[in-house]
């Protein structure tokens, strides 16, 4: 679970420093970036609890895949 938080502040604040180079980036774009990196941290969480409590094999397949 801890390495899962810290892999989730890497993959929110990773997109800050590349868009750092590249001074005139929008607000819009920060924002989606921001969106993105939030989606896809819930996107692992998921996939974690349903390998982890998942009724079925099928179900704990695709979660792997996730």
């Known amino acids: 679970m801890k390495r899962s938080i810290v892999m989730g502040a890497i993959i929110l604040l990773l997109p800050f420093g590349a868009m750092a180079a590249h001074a005139a980036v929008s607000a819009e774009d920060k924002i989606f970036v921001q969106q993105a ?6 996107e692992v969480q998921e996939g974690q609890l349903a390998a982890a409590q998942g009724g079925s094999a099928t179900v704990k397949r695709f979660s792997q895949q996730m």
């Open 37 to 42: 990196a939030i989606g896809g941290l819930a």
